[in-house]
Each structure stands twice: as C-alpha cells, then as structure tokens.
C-alpha cells in the first residue's frame, strides 16, 4: 500500500496544480477491463459507482485491478451521492479519492468535503480497512488522508452553475468536473454542446474555477470530442466510457472488413 499512497501523492499534486492529467473512464465493472486500461498509462481512471451495475464489492475489485497493473495510473471512484455513509464506505477501499455527482450549492460541496475528511474536522468515520493498510498503517493514514484524499465536485445542472463561484471557493473541494450530458439537459439543450447556452454556462464554470485557482475537467466520450473539450479551457479531461471506446472500436474493425467486401 505504500507504493500506492506515493503514487498517489505525485497525482494530487499534479491535479491540484492544474496540469493536464488525462484519464480513463470505467464503467464496466471487470478486473480484467480495468487492468488493461490502467496498463496503457493514463493518469487516473475513473470508476463509475453512479449510473453503473458496480457493487461496492466490484468497485473494491476494480480499485484493485487499477493497482494490479503496476503503472502510476490511481483510480477515483464516482459516489451515486452526497451520501456520506457511502463517500466512507468508498474512501475505505483506498482510491485516491471521489467524485460527487449534482453539487448544487456551497453547502452541499461542503457536505462531500466533510465526509472526506476525519474528525474533529469532518464527519468521516476511521477504520482499518484497505486504504489504511487494514490497519497496519492506521495511524498515518488518519494523519495524512484529510489533506491527501481528493473531494472532486460535479457541476451539472442550471442551478449548480448559478452558484458554481461559492462551490469553486469551499474549503477542501479539490476540483470541479463538469457533467456535459446532464448539465445540457437541465439547460434544455439536451446533447447540443454548441448552444449558447451550454457554451455560456462552461465559460461560467471555467471562470469560476480559474478565480479559485481551483482545476476543472470533464469528460470526452469520443476521439472526436477530446480536441473539442480540451478547447473549453479544461485543466484535465477524462475520456471513454470503456464501453464507448469498445463499441467505436468495435464498429471499426466491422467496417474495415464490410468495405472490402462491398
């Protein structure tokens, strides 16, 4: 574990540094998967616990298999909610830390931080579980984890750009992630990431974030989309799903066999 808590370290302080980290998303809850993307190199991976089928018991497997691949890659599991039994429960497998999805309002960022964050500061329960070594390294866990731990916010929704300076500047929230798909939905644009009022509302995010010297990402979900996100002014970018990577390369290799054929 000590390896990894090191690995882990240069990784926050690239992210809070605002480089350009690049990422991985991860939906599809298998070791094997995980491993293999992990193995390619890129900076973290992204573990999605909100719109997938992944258990804590598979997100526990998949944190492990990131690991296992023995790159510098460290994941960072997404949490269904700004629940903090669950934001401790996640914490406890040893990821580097969590994205909340939906923050709406500086009280609720504080709410993700706090969970985050062990007593008497925060609300996070201690225990010695994977991330502390299962007890061995218990101690320097629980000294370190409160300023170690990423709390990265989502900001994805009308109401949460509307606010989105005072969630920027909370105390403890590391960076902000900006959720493409459900923020052009609360805009009424579903899916036109063009419209004025999608390119107004990053621009605002952007801002935000930029005034709090705080880093903001997002996510590409095709080759095509990595130049067109990175070109929102973005200091990281996560791309895929791994299902989307597998089905586009999948399409690839079908048409490549079809057009000789033809």
């Known amino acids: ?28 809850g298998h070791p094997a998967s995980a491993e293999l993307l992990a193995g390619v190199g890129y900076d973290f991976a992204v573990l999605d616990g909100e719109h997938t089928e992944m258990t804590l018991e598979a997100l526990a497997t998949v944190v492990r298999a990131v690991a296992a691949a023995g790159t510098d890659t460290v994941p960072i599991v997404r949490v269904a909610s700004n629940d903090p ?39 996070r329960g201690v225990a010695g579980y994977r991330a502390a070594g299962y007890g061995a390294n218990l101690q320097e866990y629980v000294e370190s984890a409160s300023e170690e731990v990423l709390t990265i916010v989502q900001v994805e929704s009308e109401r949460g750009v509307e606010n989105v300076a005072e969630i920027a500047a909370v105390n403890g929230v590391d960076a902000l992630f900006i959720g493409p798909v459900d923020l052009s939905a609360s805009l009424d644009v ?30 590409a979900t095709s080759r095509a989309e990595v130049g067109v996100r990175d070109d929102w002014g973005v200091d990281f970018l996560a791309m895929g799903p791994d299902l989307a990577m597998l089905g586009e390369t999948a399409r690839d290799y079908l048409s490549t066999y079809r057009g000789r054929h033809e």
């Open 85 to 123: 039994t669950e934001v401790k429960r996640v914490l406890d497998l040893g990821p580097v830390g969590v994205m909340v999805p939906s923050v709406e309002t500086a009280a609720e960022a504080e709410r993700a931080v706090d969970a985050c964050t062990y007593r008497p500061h925060g609300r």
């Open 190 to 219: 579903f899916g036109d990431y063009d419209a004025d009022a999608m390119q107004d509302a990053v621009e605002r995010i952007v801002d935000a974030a930029d005034e709090a010297n705080t880093p903001v990402g997002t996510l």
């Open 1 to 28: 574990m000590g390896d990894d808590l090191s690995i882990g370290d240069d990784f926050t302080s690239r992210l809070r540094a605002c480089e350009p980290v690049a990422g991985c998303w991860i939906s599809i």
